[in-house]
């Protein structure tokens, strides 16, 4: 069963992986672009909780899952991921003044039959607010046989605290959700999106520039914070379309601060240059169960103008939408300054 939210977007209403009632909460699908009959991917498993998504401050402590799907609308686990070398990994980066909290947010990209896997390596400071973020990677023939290699990027200085989410480009440029304290206590973060240059895919990354900062945009659903989701097979003028997530600023209620809402949207990007030159003033749409947060993961093409896109709500299940690709083109063309040449 569908249900319209727009010219663009038709949501499922039966979730593709856990339940609307957000027990056993699971989050950020990622498929196997080369996988079929049956399809797979990785999933984020939340394993334990403390507090409430909408409210800064929660907590999430999390496992990747290997899952998989006959028909990409119904995802059931595997087994829990494996990784081949990377406690190591994670030991090397333990420090006494922060604890581990598990793996999360999965990037899947094929190159030439190795798979390529991204996912957060990300630690919690103790009695502090903030957290140490790293870019970790893995590689291998099939999702269940995988090695970890050094991460590609983390904390640079006091300033960043890390890369996570990123969005794979064919050239060399990406784009990765970068985390920022922005006071002067040290202790407030906010997520940007974060220009990155790759000579491969498996090492020599390096951190060129804010590319999209929440705080110097005009659009409220994307300036509270930032992050990147993929690309879409859609080309305009040389120019990619992309999906990335914005969030509209934070609230303070009392002693609460209660975290706007999360909405993916679109972009313009240019592979040549690493430039957005566009932002959609107004997001694609809003999952109508999501209290805060409809946070785009992954995209598949089905068909000629037809693709499925996976969001999670409220960081709690994962719904897929079919996305009319015609629609999008025609949306994305009458809205930007595109360029003349």
Known sequence: MKKKLNSIVSMYVKPALGNVSGKNPVMALAVDKKSKNPYSGVARVIVKRKGNVDVSGYLDKSKL??????????????????????????????????????????????????????????FKLKDKKKYAIFLGHAKGKRLDNLEATAPLLGPINKDICGFKEIAISPGNFHLSEMGIIKNQNKTEGV?????????????????????????????????????????LPIQIKGLFVGIINGRAPSKKIGNKVSYGKFHP???????????????????????????????????????????????????????????????????VEKNPKLPTS
């Open 191 to 231: 997520s940007v999106i974060s220009l990155i240059k790759s000579k491969n895919l498996k090492d020599n990354w390096n951190f060129e520039k804010i590319i999209l900062d929440p705080k110097k945009l005009k659009y409220d659903w994307v300036m509270g914070h930032l992050s990147p989701c993929c690309f």
């Open 65 to 122: 899952i290997i899952v998989e799907s006959k028909d990409l609308l119904n995802w059931k686990k595997v087994c829990d991921l494996k990784i081949k070398g990377i406690d190591e990994v994670i030991k090397n980066l333990e420090k006494k003044d922060r604890f581990f909290i598990g793996l999360e947010d999965p990037d899947i990209y094929n190159e030439k039959g190795i798979k390529h896997l991204y996912f957060t390596i990300p």
């Open 265 to 331: 949207g679109l972009i313009l990007f240019n592979p040549k240059t690493g430039e957005i030159p566009w932002i959609s003033s107004e997001p694609l749409f809003e999952d109508p169960d999501a209290t805060t947060i409809t946070f785009a993961s992954d995209f598949i093409k089905r068909s000629k103008d037809k693709g499925l896109l996976y969001c999670h709500v409220n960081d709690s299940f994962v719904r897929a939408y079919d996305v009319d690709l015609r629609e999008l083109k025609k949306y």
